[in-house]
Structures are given as structure tokens and as C-alpha cells.
T-cell receptor, first 116, second 113 residues
Framework: DAGITQSPRHKVTETGTPVTLRCHQT?????MYWYRQDPGHGLRLIHY???????DKGEVSDGYSVSRSKTEDFLLTLESATSSQTSVYFC???????????????FGPGTRLTVL | SQKIEQNSEALNIQEGKTATLTCNYT??????LQWYRQDPGRGPVFLLL?????KEKRKERLKVTFDTTLKQSLFHITASQPADSATYLC????????????FGTGTRLTIIP
């Protein structure tokens, strides 16, 4: 497996509380991604980063924010968790992108988040 | 953005037979298409990539085809084994910059001994 870890692996929290998920890589890859995976919807991109302090929104970014202060860490924050954010969250990394590259992504083990 | 449809949610195949999974997409033709495998409770794992100018790609018992006219990719597993049971996802670049991927919802394949 690529050197990518996620923490925590499981979390149960209450509606309205802030939650931060961490993704850590040891591959020195430029691109990092946060996805959520829900039955019937598959993997959906929340936010991604193309460098330190460089981030952009994905298709389901509302209610989420991200930060990347170091190459190896990408944090996903739910400012005020809601039950609709109960999901499995995956971080992914990629070393290449752009018109002539193919963006093979390596995924972390996932974080199962339950918001009560 | 791309819309992706994978042929069915679940597919049961007898061991030893060939499993064929379908990925259809709309909108613009992508520069490439990828296939991933996901086991329960784990993250997806990259399997194969096929470029727009390639008709077919093989890796051991896996074969992928890419028909840009039909806007379709077929993923074949020959001589299937129970260990091939998993969910298989196709993915395409979401945009012309290729830094984002759109994933299909996946097909859950079960190989029956």
C-alpha cells in the first residue's frame, strides 16, 4: 500500500459538533483528495489540494473545509456536523496530473463517521 | 462534468467463467479511463488505465476495452476465482485538467465456487 494513513478510523459524534479528519502521506505526492462514499452515490469528491495551501472544491463541498499546511497532511473539517454527513470518508493521493498524465490515485483505509 | 453508469449493482458469475463489467459515460470523451477494485471496509485500489487511443489493455487475467464511439469501457476478468469477488469502480477525469476524477457507483462482483 502507498504510505497513506487516516485518523481517526472510526468516530461517533453529535450533531452540531466540529470534527476534523486527518490524512497523512509519506509519498511526497503533490495532489491530495477527500471523498465521501455513500450507498447509491459512490465516491464523491469533497475537496482536493494541488499543493501546500492550494485547495479547491469538489462536487459536494458544502459544510466542509480543508487545510494543507504541509505536503504530507491534508485535514478535512466539518464545522458543525449534521446527520447527512454520516458517511465513510476516504483520502487519496496522486503524484501526477495534467493533460498528459493519468492521475492514478492511491487511497487511504477510510474513516467511518457517524453523526447522531 | 462527466456522468458515469456502471451496468449493474451486482453480478454473480460461476468460478472459471469470464466476468464482464460495463462502464458507460456521457459528455466529452476523456483522455483515459481507469478501473479500481474495492474490498469491503477498504479503500479502492487502482488496477488498470486505458488511454483514449488504446482499444484494449491487458494485465494478467484482466482485460479492458475502450470504445470512444460508444462511450463505453468493458472490464473482463477471465478464469474468474472467488478471490476476484469485490466491487469494481470505473473512473474518468472530471475535467480537462485531469486532476479530478469522477467515479462510477461500482459493480459488486461475486464469483460463485
Amino acid at each position: 500500500d502507498a504510505g497513506i494513513t487516516q485518523s481517526p478510523r472510526h468516530k461517533v459524534t453529535e450533531t452540531g459538533t466540529p470534527v476534523t479528519l486527518r490524512c497523512h502521506q509519506t509519498e511526497n505526492h503533490r495532489y491530495m483528495y477527500w471523498y465521501r462514499q455513500d450507498p447509491g452515490h459512490g465516491l464523491r469528491l469533497i475537496h482536493y489540494s494541488y499543493g501546500v495551501k492550494d485547495t479547491d472544491k469538489g462536487e459536494v463541498s458544502d459544510g466542509y473545509s480543508v487545510s494543507r499546511s504541509k505536503t504530507e497532511d491534508f485535514l478535512l473539517t466539518l464545522e458543525s456536523a449534521t446527520s447527512s454527513q454520516t458517511s465513510v470518508y476516504f483520502c487519496a493521493i496522486s503524484g501526477t496530473s495534467g493533460r498528459f498524465s493519468y492521475n492514478e490515485q492511491f487511497f487511504g483505509p477510510g474513516t467511518r463517521l457517524t453523526v447522531l | 462534468s462527466q456522468k458515469i453508469e456502471q451496468n449493474s449493482e451486482a453480478l454473480n458469475i460461476q468460478e472459471g467463467k469470464t466476468a464482464t463489467l460495463t462502464c458507460n459515460y456521457t459528455n466529452y470523451s476523456p483522455a483515459y479511463l481507469q478501473w479500481y477494485r474495492q474490498d469491503p471496509g477498504r479503500g479502492p485500489v487502482f488496477l488498470l488505465l486505458i488511454r483514449e487511443n488504446e482499444k484494449e489493455k491487458r494485465k494478467e487475467r484482466l482485460k479492458v476495452t475502450f470504445d470512444t464511439t460508444l462511450k463505453q469501457s468493458l472490464f473482463h476478468i477471465t478464469a474468474s476465482q472467488p478471490a476476484d469477488s469485490a466491487t469494481y469502480l470505473c473512473a474518468l477525469p472530471s475535467n480537462f485538467g485531469n486532476e479530478k476524477l469522477t467515479f462510477g457507483t461500482g459493480t459488486r462482483l461475486t464469483i460463485i465456487p
